[in-house]
């Protein structure tokens, strides 16, 4: 059974930096097809793909957020970390890690974690 | 970047009744298109890959169409459960885009 779960702070101030984990069991990051991504939710908005990473090293980022953000993997802790800089109160939202449903060919994500909620405020 | 809308915005719907919501690419994602369900408080559940692929364990009432830019989600027989937001989503290239949600309400 695959799972993944988000951790990190529920709070931060604007400017800071938010780092975002997501530990999963039930596959390798390492393992010929496999994606990972982090997609965040404003309350009550749309969901927003903000970057992905595959078994290759290769990433993705939203180009509108690429300079704030940084995708990496641990593979020997199962994780993915999504490291966001200089935060804002419009970033205050769920933010999901889900992976890439198949070794390819589907373009679609599943399963997801819980999300982690968090709030960009002084 | 591939601007996906959906119309309705929202929908009321009684159970037993047919819904139909469309999602529309800004340019030619051929059959990268997904359906996800998401009710409130919860985490998206993937219900259609591909445009038409059905994922394992989401009822047969559901079903996706299309081909290019415009796609749309079925919903025969509409159930108590269905009352939720529906989302789309390309893979075509990136950056992936989401549309901007579609509410199915209880009529």
């Known amino acids: 059974q695959i799972t993944l779960k988000e951790s990190g702070p529920t709070l931060v101030k604007p400017t800071q930096t938010l780092t975002l984990t997501c530990t999963f069991s039930?596959?390798?990051?390492?393992?010929?097809?496999?994606?990972v991504a982090w997609i965040r939710q404003p309350p009550g908005k749309a969901l927003e793909w903000l970057a992905q990473?595959?078994?290759?090293?290769?990433?993705h980022y939203s180009p509108s957020l690429e300079s704030r953000l940084t995708i990496t993997k641990d593979t020997s802790k199962n994780q993915v970390v999504l490291t966001m800089t200089n935060m804002d109160p419009v970033d205050t939202g769920t933010y999901y890690c889900a992976q890439r449903l198949g070794k390819g060919g589907t373009g679609a994500f599943d399963p997801w974690g819980q999300g982690s909620l968090v709030t960009v405020s002084s | 970047d591939i601007q996906m809308t959906q119309s309705p915005s929202s929908v009321s719907a009684s159970v037993g009744d047919t819904v139909t919501i469309t999602c529309r690419a800004s340019?030619?994602?051929?059959?990268?298109l997904a359906w996800y369900q998401q009710k409130p408080g919860k985490t998206p559940r993937l219900l259609i890959y591909?445009?038409?692929s059905l994922q394992s364990g989401v009822p047969s009432r559901f079903s996706g169409t299309g081909s290019g830019t415009d796609f749309t989600l079925t919903i025969s027989s509409l159930q108590p459960e269905d009352f939720a937001t529906y989302f789309c989503?390309?893979?075509?290239?990136?950056?992936?885009?989401f549309g901007q949600g579609t509410k199915v309400e209880i009529k």
């Open positions: 039930g596959f390798s990051v390492s393992t010929n097809g496999v994606g």
């Open positions: 990473f595959y078994w290759n090293d290769n990433r």
């Open positions: 989503q390309q893979a075509n290239s990136f950056p992936w885009t």
């Open positions: 340019q030619n994602i051929h059959n990268w």
């Open positions: 591909t445009t038409s």
